[in-house]
């Protein structure tokens, strides 16, 4: 829903924390430390944004956004990424505007975007070729990310402190709706037939821990982060667009996110797929103030 990029050519990792870094002058240019809340791609600029300007953040919001997943699939994403330019073209035909009716947009309808006004959007030729665009951008923001994350880079962990990553329990298995968590079985995705027991994840910290820290697995420290995952899979383009491999070092990087930070905490969904994370309102409430709270505990003046 961006203006057109007429430039042909995709933004870079530098462009993107820097954009964050004037909306937060711009904005609010009185304050110096910030929360960020970063959605899906968002949690991975976020994190580039992090690695660049340690000294600005003391909270972080990881709302399904992993980069690990996506950095060894470039080949994968970007030869997907020809189909927008078809679609782009589409557009132009008036047969796309057609298809468009039987598409399922309601999951991501809202107050301010109506299911009219994004299918609007999706008519125009903007919207495609923007969005093409954007898959090398997110790549490129996936590799920066994990490599500022060094020896502790999910893609760099030995197979067993992986596993156990994945195996980890989480704070909370389930849902929070009305002020209160709805607990519910793990999902069918899960290694095994229950987590790990609290034994083992305080080995696998003490592991962890034992790494050579880069810059931001040292900021990590001093953050309050709260981790957001959903893992039902079960939605159009889900299962095909990630696959176990991807799903796994979801988990796992969601993992070491919440287990690393100086006060965090990591929410699993297992009946909400990535389409509808963002819907889930009161939970992003209820980390946001966990978040705060956690901050000025961890001594810093947000």
């Known amino acids: 829903m961006s203006d057109e990029n007429t ?21 609010m240019p009185d304050q110096d430390k ?30 399904d956004g992993f980069p690990a997943a996506f950095e060894n699939k470039r ?5 997907a ?77 030995e197979p067993h402190l992986l596993s156990s990553l994945i195996r980890a329990q989480p704070n909370q298995n389930g849902d929070f709706e009305n002020g209160e968590w709805q607990h519910l079985p793990r999902s069918s995705v899960e290694h095994g037939t229950e987590w790990d027991t609290p034994e083992g994840t305080a080995e696998l910290v003490n592991a962890l821990q034992s790494k050579p820290k880069s810059e931001i697995a040292r900021c990590w420290q001093r953050l309050a982060v709260r981790v957001m995952s959903g893992r039902d899979y079960n939605y159009a383009g889900g299962d095909s667009f990630y ?21 965090g905490a990591r929410y699993v969904f297992p009946k909400v797929g990535h389409d509808k994370m963002f819907l889930r309102f009161d939970a992003i409430v209820l980390s946001t103030i966990e978040i705060d709270d956690a901050a000025h505990r961890l001594e810093f003046t947000v």
């Open 7 to 27: 430039t042909n050519q995709s933004p870079t990792v530098d462009e993107c924390v820097r954009d964050v870094l004037f909306v937060m002058n711009t904005v």
């Open 34 to 63: 910030f929360i960020l809340l970063g959605p899906s791609m968002g949690a991975i600029v976020a994190q580039c944004f992090i690695a660049q300007h340690p000294e600005k953040v003391v909270g972080f919001m990881n709302m």
């Open 75 to 79: 080949d994968k994403f970007l030869s």
């Open 81 to 157: 990424s020809g189909g927008w330019s078809f679609a782009a073209m589409l557009t132009y035909t008036g047969l796309l505007r057609f298809f468009l009716n039987f598409m399922p947009v309601d999951s991501f309808a809202t107050p301010a975007f109506s299911t009219d006004y994004i299918r609007h959007q999706m008519n125009q030729p903007r919207f495609y070729k923007n969005t093409k665009l954007e898959f090398p951008l997110m790549l490129d923001l996936s590799s920066s990310a994990s490599q500022a994350w060094g020896d502790l880079a999910i893609n760099k962990l």
């Open 243 to 263: 696959d176990n491999e991807m799903k796994d070092k979801a988990a796992a990087e969601g993992q070491l996110h919440a287990l690393l930070a100086g006060d």
